[in-house]
């Protein structure tokens, strides 16, 4: 498919995105029009974070990879993150050697040698800012040379709309679904500081089952999927420190 032809296609589908799950559709086609594997839709990392679970808004990445990246705490080696802070356009870069055109980054052994296991050589990367403040990262990953200067121009553009769509969606979501009751904040908060159900059961005169409704109902309310995320956009919304 000729670029015109690809952009066009792509557009279209995004265009019609009403909600965040269509535009989450939408994006994950990107991959296979670029020659990528995975896409990542995710809020732009703090110094502080150390898992990218819990910054996932929507990856095509398999669970497995997501799950040992974050067990080997790679977070903290990946040189991309602190590189996106100063960026407004799209970064591909490489971790294989010889790489002629783009961006050879300085990958620990240990980060490089998980990348390549998984065949995560190349990839790009982009930086959105919402009107509210809030920093995310759209990413395409897999195993493919460097994108010229053209298919890079192409995909910031791609991001930049698809984001345009996502960022306008997400701010019109209802608020008043997405606040806790004091009893889930309660929780929430325990369950940051390492706390298990059944010691917070203790510690509030609760049974666990309880516990565990009001922890099921918060991850609901803040459209997480596990505890660790819940806890995570709960500190990143300023709910809990």
């Known amino acids: ?38 896409f990542t839709l995710m809020n732009a990392p703090a110094a502080t974070d150390t898992l990218i679970a819990p910054l996932a808004v929507t990856t095509t990445l398999p669970q497995a990879f997501v799950r040992e990246f974050d067990e080997l705490r790679l977070l903290r080696e990946c040189p991309l993150a602190p590189m996106m802070k100063n960026m407004v356009l799209p970064l591909c870069w490489s971790c294989e050697a010889g790489v002629q055109e783009g961006r050879l980054l300085n990958f620990s052994p240990r980060l490089l040698a998980f990348l390549k296991r998984h065949q995560v050589c190349t990839g790009v990367a982009m ?56 009893r889930e904040m309660e929780v929430v908060r325990w369950t940051s500081q390492g706390k298990t159900s059944s010691e917070i059961a203790s510690i509030l005169s609760l049974s666990d089952h309880t516990v565990n409704a009001y922890l099921n109902k918060a991850i609901k309310k803040l459209d997480c999927v596990n505890r660790t995320q819940l806890v995570a956009k709960a500190i990143r919304l300023r709910l809990i420190s």
């Not at 930086?127 to 200067?149: A, E, K, N, Q």
């Open 127 to 182: 930086p959105l800012y919402s009107s509210d403040g809030s920093v995310f990262l759209m990413r395409l990953d897999g195993h493919r040379p460097m994108l010229t200067l053209p298919e890079l121009n192409e995909v910031g553009m791609l991001f930049l709309h698809a984001f345009t769509i996502f960022d306008r969606l997400r701010r019109q979501e209802p608020t008043e679904h997405k606040l806790l009751t004091a």
């Open 1 to 38: 498919m000729i670029t015109l032809e690809r952009h066009s296609l792509l557009s279209q589908t995004i265009s019609t995105a009403e909600t965040r799950d269509a535009i989450a559709s939408a994006m994950a086609q990107m991959p296979v029009h670029f020659g990528f594997e995975y």
